[in-house]
């Protein structure tokens, strides 16, 4: 698209003061679009707020997601702002305990499918009036390869990323006749802290070393390496441009094509 063709998307991303989800927002601010984060991470808030765009092309809050009130009110906020927005990308997760069923306790569960799952409905559909109102737009959910695949151990986090797949399948028929494209990302192991609590864990209960693990979890991946925050970034600004203007309902792994996950 030439720079004179250019224009300013609003994009509304959770989860989006670290991790992924910062990198997926500054890929956004680097190609000039505004960008409306939301995370329960009062730090990185701050750190945020530091930028030099914000209040100019970043906005940020504090909300908790899994917090239906805390997101309605949000997006009431978002709506005195805003006509409409372009995009929503989902991105609230996390990783769940590991053990097997019997030892996992009611409120693991709860807690795993509350944040992973029902963040994306009280997300969505506080967010499904302004897409309409700009006649169009992007909706992207964070799944996961483990929403492919059965991952024992890890059966609470796997539930929810299986879950966001029929969600966004759905969702992908209900709103396509409002010209709304709904998509979901299955990042493979993604480098960085998070895979490495994953690793600790679960090492420790297999009672196997994290090295072994780790090296086991790259050879279940047939280009034997973790992906980089920055590969899930890129997939998410393809699928919130126009050249992705027919993609639709499509589940897009970037995980350097997972063979297996036990």
């Known amino acids: 698209m030439s720079k004179s063709n250019f224009v300013i998307k609003n994009i509304v991303i959770s989860a989006s003061a670290d ?20 995370d329960i991470n009062q730090q990185k808030i701050n750190e945020i707020k530091k930028h030099p765009l914000f209040n100019k092309r970043i906005f940020i ?13 949000y997006f009431e906020s978002l709506t005195n702002k805003l006509s409409s927005i372009d995009a929503l990308i989902n991105n609230v997760g996390i990783a769940g305990p590991t053990g097997v069923m019997e030892d996992l306790s009611i409120d693991d ?62 969702l992908a028929m209900e709103l396509g006749k409002f010209n709304i494209r709904v998509n979901a990302i299955c990042p493979g192991s993604v480098s960085g802290d998070r895979i490495d609590r994953v690793i600790a864990a679960k090492a420790s209960s297999l009672g196997i070393s994290e090295r072994e693990l780790r090296e086991d979890f790259e050879g279940m991946v047939s280009l034997k390496t973790f992906v980089d925050k920055e590969d899930i970034a890129n997939m998410a600004t393809f699928l919130v ?22």
């Not at 989800?21 to 890929?27: D, T």
């Not at 809050?61 to 009110?73: Q, T």
């Not at 996961?144 to 986090?157: D, N, V």
């Not at 441009?241 to 036990?262: N, P």
Request: glycine residues 8%; hydrophobic residues 40%.
């Open 61 to 73: 809050e504090n909300i908790n997601a899994s917090d239906p009130v805390s997101v309605k009110k």
């Open 109 to 170: 569960w709860k807690q795993t499918i509350d944040i992973n799952l029902n963040s994306h409905f009280y997300f969505t559909k506080f967010a499904i009036p302004l897409l309409k109102k700009n006649q169009g737009g992007s909706i992207i959910n964070l799944s996961s390869t483990a929403g492919l695949f059965g991952f024992p151990l890890r059966t609470p986090y796997a539930a929810s990323k299986w879950a966001i797949i029929g969600v966004t399948k759905s």
């Open 19 to 38: 991790g992924i989800g910062w990198c997926i927002a500054s890929f956004f601010i680097e190609q000039g679009h505004t960008v409306f984060l939301s």
């Open 241 to 262: 441009s126009e050249e992705a203007k027919k993609v639709s309902g499509q589940i897009m792994t970037v995980d350097g094509h997972t063979e297996r996950m036990d």
